[in-house]
């Protein structure tokens, strides 16, 4: 049974994360349509890069093919959206800035990991450890819309965010179940503040309607 229950976990992760990544495609779309990065926000396709491309070493170190496979299309899907990006932005060079200080930044990581760490269980330890706090970063700072919602009462301002909220929960939900039965906290953990993130952002969806004269509808994506 619990060969059988890691496999379906692990298509489940798989399955969940490869559709919250491909919730860019939406803004991918829009960037090919208006020519333009207009209300497209450049931050997320950047960290997103980052944080799938640690995983990936992670998974790689660890011979974990569900990590390596999520993460290898991950990394090559928002590097897709960061390269449209950029050649839409009108501010080519803040961009690159920004890309090459976070590419400079996982230089970094990986020269430390890799020449100065040589005990492979010490350096699985310390990269799972930064892969884990990057991710709960990641996953926390949507709550920064929290005091405009609140302000607002209404959710508009994050109203094209509903899709990405259902695929991160049941993603998130994923991987941390994945995480528990490989009895790996590395994953389990940081993948909670997702749930967490995600269950408070459907009480807001359903508290502050982004149009109040009409209850949002949960089951609507």
């Known amino acids: ?13 798989l399955a969940f994360t490869l559709g919250m990544f491909g919730t860019g495609l939406s803004d991918l779309r829009q ?12 931050l997320p ?26 993460n290898a299309i991950g990394a090559a899907l928002q ?36 020449l100065l760490v040589p005990d492979v269980s010490t350096r699985l330890a310390r990269l799972g450890l930064f892969c884990s706090l990057f991710t709960i970063t990641m996953y926390l700072s949507p709550l920064a819309d929290l005091a405009k919602i609140i302000r607002t009462r209404s959710t508009q301002c994050i109203s094209s965010h509903f899709p990405l909220t259902v695929t991160t929960f049941l993603a998130s939900a994923s991987w941390t179940l ?19 993130t995600s269950i408070i952002r459907f009480w807001l969806f359903w508290h502050f309607p982004p149009d109040p004269n009409r209850p949002y509808k949960l089951l609507q994506a």
Do not use: H
Request: proline share 4%.
């Open 79 to 114: 590097t897709l959206y960061i390269l449209v990006y950029f050649y839409f932005s009108p501010e080519k060079r803040a961009v690159l800035l920004k890309t090459t200080g976070l590419l400079a930044v996982l230089l970094l990581g990986y020269c430390y990991f890799n």
């Open 31 to 42: 960037m090919f349509a208006t020519q333009s990065v207009e209300n497209i926000q450049f």
């Open 45 to 70: 396709f950047l960290t997103t890069d980052v944080n799938n491309l640690s995983w990936l070493s992670y998974g790689f170190l660890k011979g974990d093919w569900t990590l390596i496979i999520v």
């Open 178 to 196: 994945y995480g528990l039965l490989l009895q790996d906290l590395y994953i389990a953990i940081p993948n909670i503040p997702g749930i967490v």
């Open 1 to 13: 049974m619990g060969p059988a229950v890691l496999q379906l976990l692990s298509v489940a992760c």
